[in-house]
């Protein structure tokens, strides 16, 4: 099984965590691609280091969480307020989390996101 089919298996029962993956996947594709990473809990994308990663809050926290959270790796805090939560894990390097509840919300400024969030992590 390849590893586009490993995401699209792990989001098989969540329509909008696949539809979100496979705009992500080809946003990725289209820049010159790059590692997909499945685990349990999320899928990444990664370069030398990981910059994309989508996964289900309500698998694990019920309703209460977001139907799905896409946590990009950028070199500095965007100001944007779509953002649910930006962190600086390190110099230089902000976890940004963006709540996912419709595929309308992966619009162009999110896939601007996905461009630099690829571009910084060579």
Known sequence: MSRLDEGRQFFADDPLGLAVFEI????VADLGGAELRVSTTQIGWARRR???FLWNPQRW??????PLVLTLGLPERDPTPRWKEVVEIRPGL????LEVRA??????EVLTWV???YAAAT
Not at 24 to 27: N, T
Not at 61 to 66: E, F, H, N, T
Not at 94 to 97: C, E, F, Q, S, V
Not at 103 to 108: G, M
């Open 61 to 66: 926290l019920g309703q209460r969480g977001a």
């Open 94 to 97: 902000y976890t940004h989390h």
């Open 24 to 27: 992500v996947a080809d946003r």
């Open 103 to 108: 595929v309308e919300d992966v619009d162009d």
């Open 115 to 117: 461009d630099r969030a």
């Open 50 to 52: 990981g910059f994309a």
